[in-house]
């Protein structure tokens, strides 16, 4: 089971801390003090995709240099103001995975194993893309 804390510190400002006592600061994003709620719904699926991707490269013994994950987010426009929409564009430099090797990985960690995008599946239609350059 996975738990969390989060504690209000004042203004529209808190801090919450997950189950390994890692902090974040949140806000509105108003007063640029922390990170807005809802950008941390992309931060947390881009990062659970790529945490899986390097972990399958890393059994395969296949070595990524560099990767770096920009995430953009449509809304619906009446509140709650949910996603409809997330589109993932991964930038990876590698010595020797292939586009087919790197757009499997990318697809079986979004579909199989990352539970944020099974969260957010069933209002957002997510899209991927992705830049592969040779290290």
């Given at each position: 089971m996975s738990s969390i804390s989060l504690q209000w510190i004042g203004q529209e400002q808190f801090v919450g801390t997950d189950s390994g006592n890692h902090s974040v600061v949140i806000s509105t994003g108003q007063d640029q003090v922390g990170?807005?709620?809802i950008?941390?719904?992309?931060?947390?699926?881009a990062s659970c995709i790529a945490v899986t991707v390097i972990m399958m490269f890393n059994k395969q013994k296949e070595n990524i240099t560099k990767l770096e994950i920009e995430a953009q987010g449509e809304r619906k426009t009446d509140?709650?103001?949910?996603f409809t929409h997330i589109h993932?564009?991964?930038?990876?430099?590698?010595?020797?995975i292939t586009e087919s090797g790197l757009e499997r990985a990318i697809w079986v960690a979004e579909q199989k194993y990352c539970p944020v995008a099974a969260a957010v599946r069933d209002t957002a239609k997510i899209t991927t893309s992705f830049e592969l350059m040779m290290a």
């Open positions: 990170a807005k709620p950008d941390l719904v992309l931060i947390a699926l509140p709650p103001r949910a993932l564009n991964f930038k990876v430099s590698a010595k020797e």
